[in-house]
């Protein structure tokens, strides 16, 4: 099992910025991917950024130039630095954990995220 805890979300204005959390603790094995999927009010989960164990990383168009994701592998945390954000935005950010070697992944709870225009 993995457990996933996440944090950073909250109100902020257009074009302002803010810097999602997302520690996992548990059967952490490499190698791994960790992201971010979000979810609208009404629309879809789609895939915001992930980035692996190895360092390669993956985006959404929406996401590219603006937001940034990272990871420390001695924390087993992952990090999404959302700049210049829009109202469109506004969602529910969900982390995920994917083991490679099972295909098992597991998702944090979510955090609001909510930009105001």
């Known amino acids: 099992q993995v457990q996933l805890v996440e944090s950073g979300g909250g109100l902020v204005q257009t074009g302002g910025s803010l810097r999602l959390s997302c520690s996992a603790s548990?059967?952490?094995?490499?190698?791994?991917?960790m992201g971010w999927y979000r979810q609208a009010p009404g629309k879809q989960l789609e895939l915001v950024a992930i980035?692996?164990?190895?360092?390669?990383?993956n985006s959404a168009d929406s996401a590219k130039g603006r937001f940034t994701i990272s990871r420390d592998n001695t924390k087993n945390t992952v990090y999404l630095e959302m700049n210049s954000l829009k109202p469109e935005d506004t969602a529910v950010y969900y982390c995920?954990?994917?083991?490679?070697?099972?295909?098992?992944?597991?998702w944090g709870k979510g955090t609001l995220v909510t930009v105001s225009s």
């Open positions: 995920n954990f994917r083991r490679f070697d099972s295909g098992r992944e597991y």
């Open positions: 548990g059967s952490i094995f490499s190698p791994n991917a």
């Open positions: 980035i692996t164990s190895g360092g390669s990383t």
